[in-house]
């Protein structure tokens, strides 16, 4: 295993603790008290195990490498933010499953499914205000204008996910789709991008105080990395595993397969006609246009684009992480991509 991953799975005992830590304090009685805890501690482990952990690694990942400080790397703070990215993340993962009627999520019945959508509503937004008052928690080390730094980077990136997903969550007129591609784009960076891949490569460099500060590089490189995290989720939806596949078809959503399907004019209005509600054609379509074969295609010419924006970056050790971040995300599903 790789001694990042191994190094962040085998921390999480650890935040389970330091969440506990939370409740210890409640103003009112202990029985009550210990109804919250167990309640919390069973949505905090239902919501973030499963995952991929692609988010609280990557931050890991660059300040371990990006280090600068002349001592030893502060393990337990920088464990503790990669796992607190994890924590937002199942925050807008049970509100995404609410908005978007989800019911299963990581193999799992979604959690507001089990507990409610009222319950599951406020979950999310413990498991929101659990992941900062955690941050700020495991951040005490370090000066007042690095934790300012960090909680306004991840407040605006909060703030541009949200932006995103009511791109994503908006009607979508097919009838009018002069600007179906820049909406696409716009939601992707904004729900995709910033809060996924901008934001923990940005608080690693924070937490690793390198002296190089945030190279334009890296907000190029995010853009690129999340427009692909969200174009193979989409081509996935339908070309994945048999038991994983989605309904971004029947649910009418914006995807890049609807994007590219748009641009053939002879099936326009095919699309237009059915879309949300006859997704055998759609799908029809899809393998009509060889989806497979073009998704190939974008998937090298993305490989190509971050290879050249690595080889512009000037700070080494962040040209390693961000190279390794790369090649973890690209060999998610495709094992045989192993350099760049």
Request: net charge negative; proline share 2%.
């Given at each position: 295993?790789?001694?990042?991953?191994?190094?962040?799975?085998?921390?999480?005992?650890?935040?389970?603790?330091?969440?506990?830590?939370?409740?210890?304090?409640?103003?009112?009685?202990?029985?009550?008290?210990?109804?919250?805890?167990?309640?919390?501690?069973?949505?905090?482990?239902?919501?973030?195990e499963g995952g991929k952990y692609m988010r609280g690694i990557t931050l890991v990942e660059v300040a371990y490498k990006c280090w600068n400080n002349g001592d030893k790397i502060?393990?337990?703070?920088?464990?503790?933010?990669?796992?607190?990215?994890?924590?937002?993340?199942?925050?807008?993962?049970?509100?995404?499953?609410?908005?978007?009627?989800?019911?299963?999520?990581?193999?799992?019945?979604?959690?507001?499914?089990?507990?409610?959508?009222?319950?599951?509503?406020?979950?999310?937004?413990?498991?929101?205000?659990?992941?900062?008052?955690?941050?700020?928690?495991?951040?005490?080390?370090?000066?007042?204008?690095?934790?300012?730094?960090?909680?306004?980077?991840?407040?605006?990136?909060?703030?541009?996910?949200?932006?995103?997903?009511?791109?994503?969550?908006?009607?979508?007129?097919?009838?009018?789709?002069?600007?179906?591609?820049?909406?696409?784009?716009?939601?992707?960076?904004?729900?995709?991008?910033?809060?996924?891949?901008?934001?923990?490569?940005?608080?690693?460099?924070?937490?690793?105080?390198?002296?190089?500060?945030?190279?334009?590089?890296?907000?190029?490189?995010?853009?690129?990395?999340?427009?692909?995290?969200?174009?193979?989720?989409?081509?996935?939806?339908?070309?994945?595993?048999?038991?994983?596949?989605g309904n971004d078809i029947e649910q009418g959503k914006l995807t890049w397969l609807l994007c590219k399907a748009m641009q053939d004019p002879l099936l326009k209005d095919d699309?237009?006609?059915?879309?949300?509600?006859?997704?055998?054609?759609?799908?029809?379509?899809?393998?009509?246009?060889?989806?497979?074969?073009?998704?190939?295609?974008?998937?090298?010419?993305?490989?190509?684009k971050v290879s050249s924006i690595l080889e512009k970056l000037e700070n080494e050790n962040l040209r390693r992480a961000l190279r390794c971040i790369a090649i973890r995300i690209?060999?998610?599903?495709?094992?045989?991509?192993?350099?760049?």
């Amino acid at each position: 295993m790789d001694f990042i991953i191994e190094k962040f799975l085998g921390f999480y005992p650890n935040i389970s603790k330091y969440a506990l830590k939370l409740f210890d304090e409640l103003p009112i009685s202990e029985f009550y008290r210990r109804k919250i805890v167990n309640y919390y501690m069973k949505c905090l482990n239902y919501n973030i195990e499963g995952g991929k952990y692609m988010r609280g690694i990557t931050l890991v990942e660059v300040a371990y490498k990006c280090w600068n400080n002349g001592d030893k790397i502060l393990w337990d703070e920088v464990l503790t933010a990669g796992w607190c990215i994890e924590i937002l993340q199942a925050f807008f993962l049970v509100g995404d499953d609410i908005m978007d009627g989800g019911e299963m999520r990581r193999g799992k019945v979604c959690w507001y499914i089990s507990q409610g959508l009222s319950m599951g509503l406020n979950d999310s937004f413990c498991l929101y205000i659990m992941s900062e008052l955690l941050m700020k928690g495991a951040l005490k080390s370090y000066s007042m204008d690095t934790l300012a730094r960090i909680m306004d980077l991840l407040h605006r990136c909060i703030f541009y996910t949200i932006l995103g997903q009511h791109l994503d969550t908006s009607p979508l007129c097919l009838k009018s789709t002069e600007n179906l591609d820049e909406r696409y784009f716009a939601m992707i960076q904004m729900k995709t991008s910033y809060y996924s891949i901008y934001l923990p490569i940005c608080i690693g460099l924070l937490l690793a105080n390198s002296t190089s500060g945030i190279p334009l590089e890296v907000e190029h490189f995010s853009r690129i990395i999340g427009e692909y995290l969200q174009i193979e989720n989409d081509f996935l939806d339908y070309f994945g595993n048999n038991e994983k596949t989605g309904n971004d078809i029947e649910q009418g959503k914006l995807t890049w397969l609807l994007c590219k399907a748009m641009q053939d004019p002879l099936l326009k209005d095919d699309i237009v006609e059915n879309y949300g509600k006859d997704a055998e054609l759609i799908k029809e379509i899809y393998q009509k246009l060889n989806m497979e074969s073009i998704f190939e295609e974008y998937k090298l010419e993305t490989k190509n684009k971050v290879s050249s924006i690595l080889e512009k970056l000037e700070n080494e050790n962040l040209r390693r992480a961000l190279r390794c971040i790369a090649i973890r995300i690209f060999s998610y599903h495709d094992q045989k991509c192993t350099s760049l």
